[in-house]
């Protein structure tokens, strides 16, 4: 059993560490890839993968796959990284990996999700070399389109495997691994087996311009929207809450308003706002709940709406089952299944029809100044990930 241990010799020299590097110093900045995939592709290719590049309106996209027959192991995950920020802010330069005297690996897209990547390949590579015959395939679906929109990358991907999964009558994806970080204090406590749905909406208030010395004048949308705002932090959005999933939330993430002088009061107003909604209710329940409560207040207003994301709910199976035996015997640890956090491109690779967990690194840095990973993870990532192939592929 491999346990948490302090950083030794064998850290420095980890096969995962080095492809982790390598991949850190590409400034795959969303969507950009910068030859990451390329990288991988060349690994994967060494071990008789065979490569299907899905490129797509400047977004870079691989299908790559291993064997015949057989239930399909699929490894997914994301090249492309979010901005660094001020680059001055980082103790190092975020694109140059770092390895700091706490024992952290630093870099942008350490956590999120890089060195996931390397530990899915060397994993695979390690797995290849113990049975050269496994019994059924190994996929990769790698993007360099999740930070960003996410409308070239995954979801092209996966409208491709869906018209050859209709033509072939069989799964393209049996179980899938996306190697977003899950984790929450320590690698393997939190497994991500669903995500809550995204809606999104620019909901603009419309009223009277005029002087704000004359109230008998004027309609204030910014009165109108504080009061609609009020009404839907108030509401509940699900009839019947699940144990499963959090309940749904409603946040308001941007406001504009006013012309920037203080006597006037302006015509129209507007907001951001999200939805993370889950099984329990739809985005398009939300949607006429809240057209709606802006017919009961007798408010004008306009709405765009945005749906970003499905929820999804994998089914509780053999992949669950091997996971969380994997993270016992690897690391001690029970694992909790959660449904928590954003969205992931598992929302897209879910509509397959295949079991689909998160597995990652510790997510307390990602997106941030200094984000990074523990460097004693490395191993013990990659020992989880080939400890699933050994399960559900020999």
Same mark, same amino acid.
């Given at each position: 059993?491999?346990?948490?241990?302090?950083?030794?010799?064998?850290?420095?020299?980890?096969?995962?560490?080095?492809?982790?590097?390598?991949?850190?110093?590409?400034?795959?900045?969303?969507?950009?890839?910068? *030859?990451?995939?390329?990288?991988?592709?060349?690994?994967?290719?060494?071990?008789?993968?065979?490569?299907?590049?899905?490129?797509?309106?400047?977004?870079?996209?691989?299908?790559?796959? !291993?064997?015949?027959?057989?239930?399909?192991?699929?490894?997914?995950?994301?090249?492309?990284?979010?901005?660094?920020?001020?680059? *001055?802010?980082?103790?190092?330069?975020?694109?140059?990996?770092?390895?700091?005297?706490?024992?952290?690996?630093?870099?942008?897209?350490?956590?999120?999700?890089?060195?996931?990547?390397?530990?899915?390949?060397?994993?695979?590579?390690?797995?290849?070399?113990?049975?050269?015959?496994?019994?059924?395939?190994?996929?990769? !679906?790698?993007?360099?389109?999740?930070?960003?929109?996410?409308?070239? *990358? +995954?979801?092209?991907?996966?409208?491709?495997?869906?018209?050859?999964?209709?033509?072939?009558?069989?799964?393209?994806?049996?179980?899938?691994?996306?190697?977003?970080?899950?984790?929450?204090?320590?690698?393997?406590?939190?497994?991500?087996?669903?995500?809550?749905?995204?809606?999104?909406?620019?909901? +603009?208030?419309?009223?009277?311009?005029?002087?704000?010395?004359?109230?008998?004048?004027?309609?204030?949308?910014?009165?109108?929207?504080?009061?609609?705002?009020?009404?839907?932090?108030?509401?509940?959005?699900?009839?019947?809450?699940?144990?499963?999933?959090?309940?749904?939330?409603?946040?308001?993430?941007?406001?504009?308003?006013?012309?920037?002088?203080?006597?006037?009061?302006?015509?129209?107003?507007?907001? !951001?706002?999200?939805?993370?909604?889950? +099984?329990?209710?739809?985005?398009?329940?939300?949607?006429?709940?809240?057209?709606?409560?802006?017919?009961?207040?007798?408010?004008?207003?306009?709405?765009?709406? +945005?749906?970003?994301?499905?929820?999804?709910?994998?089914?509780?199976?053999?992949?669950?089952?091997?996971?969380?035996?994997?993270?016992?015997?690897?690391?001690?640890?029970?694992?909790?299944?959660?449904?928590?956090?954003?969205?992931?491109?598992?929302?897209?690779?879910?509509?397959?029809?295949?079991?689909?967990?998160?597995?990652?690194?510790?997510?307390?840095?990602?997106?941030?100044?200094?984000?990074?990973?523990?460097?004693?993870?490395?191993?013990?990532?990659?020992?989880?990930?080939? *400890?699933?192939?050994?399960?559900?592929?020999?």
């Amino acid at each position: 059993m491999m346990n948490y241990m302090p950083i030794t010799e064998s850290h420095m020299d980890c096969p995962v560490r080095k492809l982790a590097e390598e991949l850190i110093r590409r400034e795959s900045v969303t969507p950009e890839d910068k *030859g990451c995939i390329t990288l991988i592709g060349d690994r994967l290719e060494a071990q008789g993968f065979q490569l299907e590049r899905m490129d797509q309106n400047g977004v870079t996209n691989l299908w790559a796959t !291993l064997g015949e027959k057989g239930p399909t192991f699929c490894f997914a995950g994301h090249t492309d990284v979010v901005p660094v920020g001020d680059p *001055g802010a980082w103790s190092s330069h975020p694109f140059e990996p770092t390895v700091t005297n706490s024992g952290y690996l630093r870099g942008r897209g350490a956590a999120d999700m890089k060195s996931s990547l390397a530990a899915m390949v060397v994993a695979v590579e390690d797995f290849i070399e113990s049975h050269q015959k496994p019994n059924g395939r190994i996929a990769f !679906l790698l993007t360099s389109d999740e930070e960003g929109p996410a409308t070239d *990358g +995954t979801v092209a991907v996966v409208e491709e495997l869906k018209r050859r999964q209709t033509r072939q009558q069989h799964p393209e994806i049996d179980y899938c691994i996306v190697g977003e970080p899950s984790s929450k204090n320590q690698l393997g406590d939190v497994v991500r087996i669903g995500r809550r749905g995204s809606l999104n909406a620019e909901i +603009t208030v419309h009223g009277t311009q005029g002087h704000v010395a004359y109230p008998e004048l004027v309609e204030n949308p910014i009165h109108r929207m504080s009061t609609l705002i009020t009404k839907l932090v108030e509401m509940t959005w699900d009839e019947s809450p699940n144990s499963i999933f959090p309940p749904t939330s409603f946040q308001v993430s941007n406001v504009k308003g006013g012309s920037g002088a203080t006597n006037v009061v302006p015509g129209t107003t507007s907001f !951001l706002c999200n939805w993370r909604f889950s +099984t329990s209710t739809d985005a398009q329940k939300i949607q006429k709940t809240t057209e709606h409560l802006l017919n009961i207040l007798g408010f004008t207003a306009s709405i765009e709406w +945005t749906l970003s994301g499905q929820p999804f709910l994998t089914e509780q199976g053999r992949l669950t089952k091997a996971t969380i035996e994997v993270i016992k015997e690897e690391t001690a640890i029970n694992a909790e299944l959660s449904t928590g956090g954003g969205t992931s491109d598992g929302r897209f690779i879910a509509k397959l029809g295949c079991q689909l967990i998160e597995l990652g690194p510790v997510n307390r840095s990602i997106h941030k100044i200094d984000e990074e990973v523990l460097l004693s993870d490395l191993p013990v990532l990659k020992a989880l990930y080939q *400890g699933l192939l050994e399960k559900l592929l020999t």
